[in-house]
């Protein structure tokens, strides 16, 4: 599942040792314009004993490729190897917006920065004369001093495993190819295969394969039960603010999806009504339809029909939101949903 970033270290870090009791395998710490996810995901490495831990992701603008890899070399370390490092371009929003760094080439600065970490992990001398990143900087650009140098300590692992967020079809490839998982995000099984099968396919075809078959981790609310139909409403908010809002009319990733799923016209109603300020209009604007395949909301019976449509689709790792009052309640949807699983 994938954790609130907007609450506090030590509750958060509580649950998450319920949720590991209760059956959860992965968490995913977001970074957006919040607390650092590497803080929260130290402080999880000492409160926790089997749960994987993944950033969800960093961004590949964020820091240089080197403090990445030294940065996910040190959070294996000290979870005794379950880190996995997510990655993404996120959008120009947050990246220009709040970090004051330029947005440009995100698939071309991704394959490098995914190279040097390895190269990194390995205890290579670096060594990368890219378009967008030269190690060690070349003389007529700095100094002249700079060494190719080798990471000091000895990693628990020389590949950490990779996980990229990516949801247009250049990128959805490059994860293909490169990563050991992808991440996309409002994942509507029936129809990913028409939206991602061909690119899927294109970055299969040339990936190597010692990283062996591609895990795609999924994110989904949750609810079970036989009075679960209101909660549906908690998902429409947050599609609205994507497709509606997350970027500029003309830019926007997640509107452009809902567009290839089939939704135009209802796209550009939204993204109209949220940018005018109209945001719960929006929300109400938002298909039943995709609201209903990207959750996993309904009866025991139902729930379990859509986790086996998910798997039919590829998913390997259902990344789930609870919807549930407390934390036990959180914690009793992740033993239902195991026992589904299971």
Same mark, same amino acid.
């Given at each position: 599942?994938?954790?609130?970033?907007? @609450? @506090?270290?030590?509750?958060?870090?509580?649950?998450?040792?319920?949720?590991?009791?209760?059956?959860?395998?992965?968490?995913?710490v977001?970074?957006?314009?919040?607390?650092?996810?590497?803080?929260?995901?130290?402080?999880? +490495?000492?409160?926790?004993?089997?749960?994987?831990?993944?950033?969800?992701?960093?961004? %590949?603008? =964020?820091? =240089?490729?080197?403090?990445t890899?030294? =940065?996910?070399?040190?959070?294996? $370390?000290?979870s005794?190897?379950?880190?996995?490092?997510? %990655?993404?371009?996120?959008? &120009?929003?947050?990246?220009?917006?709040?970090?004051?760094?330029?947005?440009?080439?995100?698939?071309?600065?991704?394959?490098?920065?995914?190279?040097?970490?390895?190269?990194?992990?390995?205890?290579?001398?670096?060594r990368?004369?890219?378009?967008? $990143?030269?190690?060690?900087?070349?003389?007529?650009?700095?100094?002249?001093?700079? !060494?190719?140098?080798k990471?000091?300590?000895?990693?628990?692992?020389? *590949?950490i &495993?990779?996980?990229?967020?990516?949801?247009?079809? #250049?990128?959805?490839?490059?994860?293909?190819?490169i +990563?050991?998982?992808?991440?996309?995000?409002?994942?509507? &099984?029936? !129809?990913?295969?028409?939206?991602?099968?061909?690119a899927?396919?294109?970055? *299969?075809a040339?990936?190597?394969?010692?990283?062996?078959?591609?895990?795609?981790?999924?994110?989904?609310?949750l609810?079970?039960? /036989?009075?679960?139909?209101?909660?549906?409403?908690?998902?429409?908010?947050?599609?609205?603010?994507? %497709?509606? @809002?997350?970027?500029?009319?003309?830019?926007?990733?997640?509107y452009?999806?809902?567009?290839?799923?089939?939704? +135009?016209?209802?796209? #550009?109603?939204?993204?109209?009504? $949220?940018?005018?300020? #109209? !945001?719960?209009?929006?929300?109400?604007?938002?298909?039943?339809?995709?609201?209903?395949?990207?959750?996993? %909301?309904?009866?025991? @019976?139902?729930? #379990?029909?859509?986790?086996?449509?998910?798997?039919? +689709?590829?998913?390997?790792?259902?990344?789930?939101?609870?919807?549930?009052? /407390?934390?036990?309640?959180?914690?009793?949807?992740?033993?239902?949903?195991?026992?589904?699983?299971?």
């Amino acid at each position: 599942m994938q954790l609130n970033y907007s @609450g @506090g270290f030590a509750e958060t870090a509580d649950e998450v040792g319920d949720l590991e009791r209760a059956g959860l395998d992965i968490v995913f710490v977001p970074e957006a314009y919040s607390f650092d996810a590497v803080s929260q995901l130290g402080f999880l +490495a000492a409160r926790t004993e089997r749960v994987e831990l993944a950033s969800g992701i960093l961004q %590949i603008y =964020t820091r =240089t490729p080197t403090l990445t890899a030294m =940065t996910a070399a040190g959070l294996d $370390y000290v979870s005794g190897g379950r880190f996995v490092l997510g %990655i993404g371009a996120s959008g &120009p929003q947050v990246i220009e917006g709040f970090h004051g760094v330029r947005y440009d080439a995100p698939l071309g600065r991704t394959r490098e920065l995914v190279d040097i970490c390895r190269q990194v992990w390995r205890r290579e001398r670096v060594r990368h004369q890219g378009r967008y $990143y030269q190690i060690p900087l070349p003389a007529e650009q700095g100094t002249g001093l700079g !060494k190719p140098l080798k990471l000091i300590n000895h990693p628990v692992r020389e *590949r950490i &495993p990779i996980v990229l967020a990516a949801i247009g079809p #250049k990128n959805v490839a490059l994860a293909a190819e490169i +990563a050991e998982g992808w991440q996309p995000i409002f994942f509507y &099984p029936e !129809k990913a295969a028409s939206v991602w099968g061909d690119a899927l396919a294109e970055g *299969r075809a040339r990936r190597d394969p010692s990283l062996g078959e591609l895990d795609v981790y999924v994110g989904a609310a949750l609810a079970i039960g /036989d009075d679960v139909e209101p909660l549906l409403d908690f998902v429409r908010p947050m599609l609205a603010l994507y %497709i509606g @809002g997350m970027g500029a009319p003309s830019r926007n990733f997640y509107y452009n999806l809902a567009q290839r799923y089939g939704f +135009a016209a209802e796209a #550009k109603r939204i993204q109209d009504l $949220y940018l005018a300020g #109209k !945001k719960d209009e929006a929300a109400a604007a938002v298909p039943d339809e995709l609201v209903r395949a990207v959750s996993l %909301i309904g009866p025991a @019976g139902y729930v #379990k029909e859509r986790v086996a449509a998910f798997a039919e +689709a590829g998913v390997t790792t259902l990344n789930v939101t609870p919807l549930a009052e /407390d934390r036990a309640g959180r914690v009793r949807l992740v033993e239902q949903l195991r026992g589904l699983v299971d």
